[in-house]
């Protein structure tokens, strides 16, 4: 099993910013995508941000140019960097991990989302 951490969320005001932290641990041979996720209350779960095992990355159009994503492989741990936020950006924000845990088993992993809320 993978375990996920999250941290980082809270209250902040518009244009301010956040570094949200995902930690994975466990039995873990090796995780290959990472991934920030997000749900505002009433919405779907939309993605935000990824990045490969090798670096590249993908970000949602309507967060690009203010957030960064980014891993440390030796730590198992990614990074969502969100600067000039917007009362938009509130949800709860989700990490995701694909993980091999065997020879057999890889599979998505969820951490227990964070808030984060944008508000004067």
């Known amino acids: 099993q993978v375990q996920l951490v999250e941290s980082g969320g809270g209250l902040v005001q518009p244009g301010g910013s956040l570094r949200l932290s995902c930690a994975a641990s466990?039995?873990?041979?090796?995780?290959?995508?990472m991934g920030w996720y997000r749900q505002a209350p009433g919405k779907q779960r939309d993605m935000v941000a990824t990045i490969t095992s090798g670096g590249s990355t993908n970000l949602a159009d309507s967060v690009k140019g203010r957030f960064t994503i980014s891993r440390d492989n030796a730590k198992n741990t990614v990074y969502l960097q969100m600067n000039s936020l917007k009362p938009e950006d509130t949800a709860v924000y989700y990490c995701?991990?694909?993980?091999?845990?065997?020879?057999?088993?890889?599979?998505?992993?969820w951490g227990q989302g964070t808030q984060v809320t944008v508000s004067s």
């Open positions: 995701n991990v694909d993980a091999r845990t065997s020879s057999l088993i890889r599979r998505d992993y």
């Open positions: 466990g039995r873990i041979f090796s995780i290959y995508a």
